[in-house]
């Protein structure tokens, strides 16, 4: 650790108009022979290189009231001359990207995380970071809000920050405007939900915060059934609600930001229960909560230490995004904000966001895993065909194996991811090894599982869903399928004419052979529409061949095939009528925690 003084950055607000930031850096002691800087191409928790590089408009150097001759000497970095005093670095950064991964400012809310802003100091990363940021005069009335440690703040929070060194800077995000507080403590620890322009909106603060503290008070109780206590001294939800919609959530240390519609918000006048988009707001929060032990501290050995210059791979993201959306909605259910029929309703949409894509029998959650730095942030037409979803598919293998350690061991998955925590919670864990798991699940069960994670994790078996859920006295059934699904066919409008989208493997749309892009224009002679294809679809059985007209790269084309049997509709799980005494007890053991 250096006993250099250490590097200030100065954030102000002033372009809101142009959603430009106006950054400065202040070094007192720069590299004699030319300090080199840098900005992360990435931020941990969204595994796709961003360059954030991208957004800087101009950067300039001085010292002693001089310029200084500033070069790029890669993608995002660039290299000053020497120069003997303190050296003062200026740069602006365009910022209109409204999600959780970067940066946003315009004259309604200022939001950024510091890896998409701050340039790091090449030598200096381990060393004390200080920020200030500046109080814009135009909005008097606008706050901060960050759990970065305040050094010298203000009322409204404007002032000086500091972060232990610049692996903890970045996992700061910062949110300034016109923002409501609801505090509340969760097993003695404070934590804090902020609404940006929470003013427009008339909110149930008592239902947010009592909702919140149930959620959090049962995720410390799983990590820790004893003590009770949770990894850090505050929490804060930084929540920036959009009229248009919106949903999305960054997980960090000790906060998360997230996105979500005005309309998931808890309205003073709704009815006692809590609306679907409310439980997914709850169950968002749940998750990005679930992270500050599943990959914040639990943390993967090949993202120990983040490398945020170039892609980090790893093979596990199944264990730490997968379980995490599995434990997501159960702990919204052991924390009684979901019953068991809106729980199994939900489970029942995960797993049918899984079963849809046929990629799972192509590629395993292991290959999904490290591919996602090529492939999920940047699907295609094909992709449901070629990839599966770490998430879902995740969350689906963490039921299979938490109800196969429930069925056959006094274990369960609770006490793998305690094992995990107790084992590598700690700042200076070297991470969990690639293939650490499957020894790890015999260890706390007695169980050799070695190869079910073969079949269902390096390969792509399917799993017994079914026959586990009946043995916790949970019924599987489907409703009829929805005709687009039947044929294998997403699609979007297209001023008013049906334009495929995807077209799935072995499906109608396959075989009829329809490609992504095709602009239908009629089923045997008669317009094509959404609607027709419905009623057709209706009125049809397998054997009945359809004829398509339809454009593509400005020709017109005449595509026709059979109808194959009709697949399964959407999964409904509900609990079983007549379910035997053990399979009661699992699944009330299960269900309750």
């Known amino acids: 650790m250096s006993a250099n003084p250490a590097p200030v950055y100065t954030v102000h607000l002033r372009q809101q108009h142009a959603h430009l930031f106006e950054v400065e850096l202040m070094l007192p002691d720069p590299d004699p022979n030319g300090q080199e800087l840098w900005l992360p191409v990435w931020i941990p928790g969204s595994y796709l290189v961003r360059e954030f590089a991208r957004h800087i408009v101009r950067i300039d150097a001085f010292s002693a009231n001089r310029r ?27 910022a209109h990207d409204a999600s959780v991964r970067t940066a946003f400012l315009d004259s309604a809310r200022a939001f950024f995380n510091p890896s998409s802003l701050l340039l790091a100091v090449h030598g200096r990363e381990r060393d004390a970071q200080l920020l200030r940021i500046v109080a814009p005069p135009q909005q008097p009335g606008w706050s901060v809000a960050t759990t970065l440690s305040a050094v010298d703040v203000d009322a409204h929070g404007f002032g000086l920050y500091r972060a232990r060194d610049y692996d903890a800077l970045v996992d700061h995000p910062v949110l300034i405007g016109d923002l409501v507080r609801v505090p509340l403590r969760a097993h003695g620890t404070a934590h804090q939900i902020v609404i940006d322009q929470a003013a427009r909106l008339q909110l149930d603060r008592t239902r947010l915060r009592d909702d919140l503290r149930r959620i959090c008070e049962t995720t410390i109780a799983l990590f820790e059934p004893q003590l009770r206590r949770a990894p850090f001294s505050r929490y804060a939800f930084l929540t920036m609600p959009m009229a248009a919609g919106g949903y999305g959530g960054l997980e960090h240390a000790d906060s998360t930001a997230l996105i979500c519609a005005d309309a998931d918000l808890p309205h003073p006048r709704d009815a006692a229960g809590r609306s679907r988009g409310y439980r997914q707001f709850l169950g968002l929060c749940s998750h990005e909560y679930f992270h500050a032990w599943n990959v914040k501290r639990i943390r993967p050995a090949a993202l120990t230490p983040y490398d945020l210059e170039r892609e980090n791979p790893t093979g596990l993201l199944w264990l730490f995004e997968g379980f995490t959306s599995y434990y997501d909605d159960l702990l919204l259910r052991r924390a009684g904000i979901l019953d068991d029929a809106q729980y199994l309703q939900t489970l029942a949409r995960t797993i049918d966001s899984a079963l849809a894509a046929p990629g799972r029998q192509v590629q395993s959650l292991q290959q999904a895993s490290f591919d996602a730095w090529i492939k999920h942030y940047r699907p295609d037409a094909n992709s449901p065909n070629a990839t599966t979803s770490y998430y879902t598919h995740g969350a689906v293998f963490a039921l299979s194996l938490d109800l196969t350690l429930r069925s056959r061991s006094d274990a369960t998955l609770d006490d793998v991811m305690r094992a995990l925590w107790q084992r590598h919670g700690a700042a200076a864990d070297p991470g969990v090894a690639e293939d650490e798991l499957p020894a790890l699940v015999r260890e706390v069960s007695g169980l050799d599982l070695r190869r079910m994670f073969a079949r269902h994790v390096d390969g792509c078996a399917e799993l017994p869903l079914r026959r586990l859920l009946a043995a916790f006295g949970v019924r599987w059934r489907h409703d009829p399928p929805e005709a687009l699904a039947a044929l294998g066919l997403r699609v979007d409008d297209a001023q008013g004419w049906v334009q495929v989208r995807q077209v799935l493997t072995g499906s109608w749309a396959q075989r009829a052979g329809l490609a992504p892009g095709d602009l239908l224009l009629a089923i045997d ?28 790269d400005a020709r017109l084309l005449q595509l026709e095939a059979a109808l194959g049997p009709t697949p399964p509709g959407p999964l409904q799980l509900d609990v079983a009528p007549r379910a035997a005494a053990l399979a009661l007890r699992r699944r009330r053991a299960w269900l309750d925690g």
């Open 525 to 552: 002679d008669e317009r094509a529409s959404v609607e027709t294809i419905r009623r057709r679809h209706a009125r049809s059985r397998a054997g009945d061949v359809w004829r398509v007209h339809l454009m593509r």
């Open 68 to 94: 200084v001759a500033l070069s790029k000497v890669a993608k995002n970095r660039w290299r000053t001359a020497p120069c003997a005093s303190a050296l003062q670095l200026r740069w602006t950064v365009h």
